[in-house]
Nanobody
Framework: VQLVESGGGLVQAGQSLRLSCAASQAIFSINAMGWYRQAPGKQREVVAQ???????HYAPSVKGRFTISRDNTNNTLYLEMNSLKPDDTGVYYCNYWLRDPVGDFWGKGTLVTVSS
């Protein structure tokens, strides 16, 4: 399964972006799907996750500002990001941890830059 992120870009603080992650083939069952980010000079960290039952989890730094969602009809994962801050800058990666097809898949990332 290949994943392709889109929607990144350069925005000013306080603005919004919507990231998308499209899969190259049908997804029949998931364990979890998520968004991660890696800021310059830092380790990759989890931003938000959604489970097979639809439960969501957010990093404390983005809770209340970001919303993760998925569209099962087109195998796409989304991340709505509002009230962006310069600390949100980084490369955002999507991850699909799947049951069918089996595997743990990553996209190549999309860059989000938030200027102050």
């Amino acid at each position: 399964v290949q994943l392709v992120e889109s929607g990144g870009g350069l925005v000013q603080a306080g603005q919004s972006l919507r990231l998308s992650c499209a899969a190259s083939q049908a997804i029949f069952s998931i364990n979890a799907m998520g968004w991660y980010r890696q800021a310059p000079g830092k380790q990759r960290e989890v931003v938000a996750q959604i489970t097979n039952s639809g439960g969501t989890h957010y990093a404390p730094s983005v809770k209340g500002r970001f919303t993760i969602s998925r569209d099962n009809t087109n195998n796409t994962l989304y991340l709505e990001m509002n009230s962006l801050k310069p600390d949100d800058t980084g490369v955002y990666y999507c991850n699909y941890w799947l049951r069918d097809p089996v595997g743990d898949f990553w996209g190549k990332g999309t860059l989000v830059t938030v200027s102050s």
